[in-house]
């Protein structure tokens, strides 16, 4: 999709004019909304917020088109609201059969004007997503939009939406790039595959990427991972990415890990076939952890990140661990796996102490599909989060308004530590039928030391099996936006 900001008017076929609550009732015809007061007064055309009317009037060649978009009241306006109704706005121009789509620009009292525009493109660009690369015909794929502009920006503007596109763009293909990985299949993105695509991305983006084999991984000692990954003829890879952003404070490193299992079979705890369709997801938190490098490098953040992902898969051969093992890990704490299926918070423990110990960040977050029970607590709606650092949550939710990415903190008390104490070793790797988000979390805390870290559990938000609004169905490269806003934060 082409993205344009332009001062003044224009003649496009299809524009889009958001209206919010009451800015009819003024019942003057100026201003070009003649027409919009006459639906209003029809009853056509409300303008609540999503409420949406495309009025088609004969022109000179064809037909154009006039969608009003209801922004609902003013004051309550959010970046979030801006990139759904420009969502709802494109989706109705899609159903117009035409490619190209001008969109006014809102004006918004609690909203500032370079946030308006990154949210009208970032909703625009995210709905026209499809990943239809393998479809060898195209007579079954819907329409997509190829343009797409916002005018009516006047001139002392312009330099600001000018920037504000510059970084929606680096945002948008941050979270494209997470979106993409996610939806490709396991046969594709791999361990090998998944490290080859972060190298071209780190070329691209501008940081650093470094790829360990099995016998690196081997030497680091990273037993917990090793474990989960020896049952796949598939090599595990780790891949480390850095973006020194700020040289003179080469102390402070933000430590990114992002669970990388480019399959789960859930190992000899098998899935059932249905949970199985959609593991090739498993390395959402790692899709979200790439993309968010490529934005952080792209906008030249001053800050310094480092990234790990401990990738392998999760599978079924002689050689694989089985349930009631009792394994080892980087850090030296003994694991009891008591389900080959809570595979994740193996490898994330390794790969976390890895990160401190090797790359010295001083704080870490950890991003994972790590489990069913986030969905059953949350839905998709939001992300669940285990915190060892209030101070830091609080930049997180800052993170999450900014993004449109929801997250909710979940209790961290000492009795839940409880759960996933083993007899006969340190740990074991299931704490039980209940709250399976908490005690997957803290199992991570156990191994992130003192630092300032936050578990995300993107087990529910990463992929939804139908669109809703700018997400998608499939991978929706959930944490990638998240995770930018968090670094910008952190500068
Ligand atoms: N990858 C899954 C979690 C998952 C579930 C992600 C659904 C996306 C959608 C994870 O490895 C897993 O299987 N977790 C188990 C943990 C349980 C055995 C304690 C789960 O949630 O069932
Ligand atoms: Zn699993
Ligand atoms: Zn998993």
């Known amino acids: 999709m082409k993205l344009t900001v332009i001062q003044g008017k224009t003649n496009a076929v299809v524009k889009v004019i958001p209206i919010y609550e009451g800015s009819l009732d003024k019942k ?15 009853g056509k055309f ?22 009003f978009l209801g922004l609902g009241k003013k004051e309550e306006l959010t970046p ?3 990139r759904r109704a420009t969502s709802k706005a494109v989706k109705e121009a899609m159903k117009l059969n035409e490619t190209s789509v001008h969109m006014k620009v809102i004006d918004s009292p609690n909203v500032c004007f370079y946030d308006v525009i990154k949210a009208m493109f970032e909703g625009a660009v995210l709905t026209n997503y499809k990943f239809d690369k393998y479809k060898t015909s195209n007579n079954e794929t819907k329409k997509f939009i190829e343009y797409f502009e916002i005018f009516k920006i006047n001139e002392d503007n312009f330099k600001i939406a000018e920037n504000a596109l510059k970084e929606a763009q680096d ?8 979106r993409d990985l996610v939806n490709e299949p396991a046969n594709v993105i791999y361990p090998e595959t998944l490290a080859e695509k972060a190298k071209e991305i780190g070329v691209k983006a501008g940081f650093d990427v470094k790829v360990f084999n099995k016998e690196e991984i081997e030497k680091l000692n990273m037993k917990a991972y090793l474990e989960v990954a020896k049952g796949s003829d598939k090599e595990p890879k780790l891949i480390v990415m850095k973006y020194e952003g700020n040289k003179e404070d080469v102390q402070n490193i933000l430590g990114l890990v992002g669970k990388g299992l480019t399959y789960d079979s859930g190992g ?19 899709a979200a952890v790439i993309g968010a490098m490529y934005t952080i490098a792209k906008q030249k953040l001053k800050i310094n990140v ?24 980087m850090a030296g704490k003994t694991i009891e796996v008591l389900n080959t299926d809570a595979e994740g918070r193996l490898t994330l423990v390794d790969a976390v102490n890895y990160i401190i110990e090797k790359e010295k960040v001083s704080k870490v977050v ?28 609080t930049k997180l939710e800052i993170a999450s308004n900014n993004s449109g990415e929801k997250v909710w ?4 008390f000492d009795e839940y530590k409880e759960l996933i104490k083993s007899d006969i070793a340190d740990l074991k790797n299931i704490g039980g039928k209940c709250a399976g988000t908490i005690t997957a979390g803290l199992f991570i805390g156990e191994f992130v030391q003192e630092k300032p870290w936050l578990h995300i559990d993107i087990a529910g938000t990463s992929w939804v099996d139908s669109d809703k609004h700018y997400r998608t169905k499939g991978g929706t490269g959930e944490g990638a936006r998240l995770l930018y806003h968090l670094a910008k934060e952190e500068q």
């Open 366 to 393: 950890d991003m994972a599909t790590l489990t069913g029970a986030v969905l059953v607590a949350l839905g998709t709606t939001a992300s669940g989060v285990v915190t060892n650092n209030k101070d830091f949550y």
């Open 409 to 412: 903190q979940l209790p961290a």
């Open 268 to 286: 000899y705890s098998i899935k059932p076939t249905d949970g199985m369709k959609t593991m090739k997801s498993d390395m959402g938190g790692a």
């Open 28 to 42: 003057t015809s100026c201003g070009g909304l003649s027409t919009a007061i006459k639906l209003k007064n029809s």
């Open 171 to 178: 945002i948008i293909e941050g979270n494209i790039i997470a």
């Open 80 to 82: 979030e609201k801006i």
């Open 46 to 67: 409300k303008e609540s917020y999503g409420d949406i009317y495309t009025l088609a009037k004969e022109a000179e060649e064809g037909f154009v088109y006039r969608i």
């Open 306 to 329: 480092t990234a790990v992902v401990a990738s392998c898969e999760n599978m079924i051969s002689g050689g694989a661990y089985k349930p009631g093992d009792i394994i080892g890990s």
